[in-house]
């Protein structure tokens, strides 16, 4: 693989054996030139959405605060050390998702959001760790980064926000528009604005194993086969007819214990779960949708792109998009891996892909997870 300038010329392959999870990187002009993708009144009115995740954070004399959106004012431009943090930014606007995608030398499954911040002179959320890796660019103004790789992760209690009791940072940066800082998880960081000031985070993915574990439980409640009822034939006469009987429960643990999972069972729960819309992600089909006919006809010519917020992913003969996933052959794999990979296909690919490529295609046009090039 190449070098990347975001990267500070170093190639993903090096970043990822000496940077990731492991220590800080500061990238000057990770992207030169850079300057904020979404404006300000943009992002603000973001804000007020109720199906954006949004939150303001001021810190008015060491007191902090913290509200969640909908935002529908804001504090005065001229007041100090407020911020306002806008996630999934990427979901709602072209340039913000192709930034994101800038970073897909990461695997999707890996990859969350970028999150916006704008915050007036001296604001920031206040000394912290985060439990995901983060790239921070900075967008507008200066932000100075203060962090350090301390073990006391222990937090103040009783506040709206987790703040590090014990914050003792040993590298200190001023970044500007187009630099960028990596951090691993776990790392302890504060950045506050000096001056206005807007900072992108693209942020990463990493499930708790108890998420999983229950929503694998929940998975398999749907596929679990166990035939057969309890019977007991044997059964005696009892004088404690309260206690549950000792052949009973032998009898059913080992019924119970005939539960079993397979790779294949992993793979389909995992790109079903890692696929699946996040709660605030709706989707909009096309208003007046093309007939199917017409739509073949107009998807071989312009082709076709995934929407923003469409998640596809896939493993050996499973597609996984949006929380559904689908067995698929070999000449279908190709065509809807390319789809997966490039969030795109062109109109040879169409024009070349089977009748059960074309229905699912048209069936994801109309519900709008994908678009027509
Ligand atoms: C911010 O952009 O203000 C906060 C980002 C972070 O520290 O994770
Ligand atoms: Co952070």
Redesign the pocket.
């Known amino acids: 693989m190449k070098k990347l300038p975001l990267l500070g010329n170093i190639t993903p392959a090096q970043f990822l054996s000496e940077y990731w999870h492991k220590k800080p990187l500061l990238i000057r002009q990770a992207i030169p030139g850079f300057k904020p993708l979404v404006s300000l009144d943009a992002l603000q009115a973001m804000a007020t959405k109720d199906h954006v995740e949004s939150r303001l954070v001021t810190s008015t004399g060491g007191h902090w605060n913290l509200q969640h959106g909908p935002l529908e004012h804001l504090p005065p431009r001229t007041q100090k050390e407020w911020?306002l943090?806008v996630q999934g930014v990427n979901l709602h606007d072209a340039k913000a998702d192709a930034l994101l995608r800038q970073f897909r030398f990461l695997p999707d499954a890996r990859l969350d959001d970028l999150?916006i911040?704008f915050?007036t002179d001296g604001g920031?959320?206040g000394p912290?760790f985060?439990s995901y890796d983060?790239f921070?660019l900075q967008a507008q103004g200066q932000r100075r980064w203060r962090i350090g790789p301390q073990k006391d992760l222990g937090l103040i209690e009783g506040l709206p926000l987790k703040i590090l009791s014990k914050f003792k940072p040993n590298e200190e940066y001023v970044l500007e528009p187009g630099d960028m800082l990596y951090l691993p998880p776990h790392y302890a960081?504060d950045?506050v604005a000096i001056g206005d000031c807007q900072?992108y985070?693209i942020g990463f993915r990493s499930p708790s194993y108890q998420e999983l574990g229950e929503a694998f439980l929940q998975f398999m409640a749907d596929s679990i086969d166990l035939p057969g009822r309890y019977a007991d034939p044997e059964l005696e006469a009892t004088s404690k007819p309260a206690e549950i009987p000792r052949d009973m429960l032998a009898t059913i643990a080992d019924e119970l214990n005939k539960v079993r999972f397979t790779e294949d069972d992993v793979t389909i729960f995992l790109g079903e779960h890692l696929s699946e819309p996040k709660h605030n992600v709706f989707f909009t089909g096309p208003t007046k949708p093309l007939t199917v006919g017409k739509f073949a006809e107009a998807a071989a010519k312009k082709g076709l792109v995934l929407s923003r917020k469409t998640q596809m992913l896939y493993r050996g003969k499973h597609v996984f998009i949006n929380g559904e996933s689908f067995a698929i052959g070999r000449a279908d794999k190709v065509t809807l891996e390319a789809l997966a990979n490039q969030r795109a296909l062109d109109g040879a690919a169409i024009a070349s892909a089977s009748d059960d490529v074309m229905d699912a295609l048209y069936t994801w046009y109309q519900d709008g997870w994908i678009e027509l090039g």
Request: hydrophobic share 40%; proline share 0%; no cysteine.
């Open positions: 911020t943090l999150m911040s915050a920031g959320v912290h985060d983060v921070l960081h950045g900072t985070s």
